[in-house]
């Protein structure tokens, strides 16, 4: 069973680091493209940022772009997110998921985990 | 930026009944759409990928259909565990730009 599981949120001061970290298991880490996803309260899904196979491509949201670092560790089966300069408009859930390949060779997320809040608050 | 917008924002459905959720995009997404399942405190769950296709266990009540910028997400007969909050996204395109409808939420009539 794929199973994905988020931790390191909490509450963190305006201006402040933090660093998101997702679990995988159940099946190939190394084969599937990764992304973080969140939901701000009361908002809808925003795509955050997304990550090659082998780490060596990265993407990301241009809400998020500058402050962020996402990577992973696949001899872990690990997927992290580096947060920086963190504002009060980034609290949401956090959440990580499986990047799949359709027809078209472009992704959709078919495992998603069940998500980690960050509250940034003072 | 490739906005989707989503119709109604709240949609009040009894049990049973057939509930139609709409999904616009800003420009033609192909079929590069997919359709998610979220309740509180829970994980999305993918139900529709390729704007047609079911995934996984996905029950044959929900179907997706359209192309280019106008698709729907059809649930023929509702039941209770269906009432949810219902995401649609584009895949569109490269580099990633996900992105994703405002929701559409479900709601027991």
């Known amino acids: 069973e794929v199973q994905l599981v988020e931790s390191g949120g909490g509450l963190v001061q305006p201006g402040g680091s933090l660093r998101l970290s997702c679990a995988a298991s159940?099946?190939?880490?190394?084969?599937?493209?990764m992304s973080w996803v969140r939901q701000a309260p009361g908002k809808g899904l925003e795509w955050v940022a997304n990550?090659?196979?082998?780490?060596?491509?990265?993407w990301y949201a241009g809400s998020v772009k500058g402050r962020v670092t996402i990577s992973r560790d696949n001899a872990e089966n690990s997927l992290y997110l580096q947060m920086n300069s963190l504002r009060a408009e980034d609290t949401a859930v956090y959440y990580c998921a499986r990047d799949f390949p359709d027809i078209s060779g472009w992704y959709y997320f078919d495992q998603w985990g069940q998500g980690t809040l960050l509250t940034v608050s003072s | 930026e490739i906005v989707m917008t989503q119709s109604p924002a709240t949609l009040s459905v009894s049990p049973g009944e057939r509930a139609t959720l709409s999904c616009r995009a800003s420009?033609?997404?192909?079929?590069?759409l997919a359709w998610y399942q979220h309740k509180p405190g829970q994980a999305p769950r993918l139900l529709i990928f390729g704007a047609s296709t079911r995934a996984t266990g996905i029950p044959a009540r929900f179907s997706g259909s359209g192309s280019g910028t106008d698709f729907t997400l059809t649930i023929s007969s509702l039941q209770s565990e269906d009432f949810a909050v219902y995401y649609c996204q584009q895949y569109y395109n490269w580099p990633p730009r996900y992105t994703f409808g405002q929701g559409t939420k479900l709601d027991i009539k």
């Open positions: 420009q033609s997404v192909g079929t590069n």
């Open positions: 159940g099946f190939t880490f190394s084969n599937f493209r």
């Open positions: 990550i090659k196979q082998d780490g060596s491509e990265e």
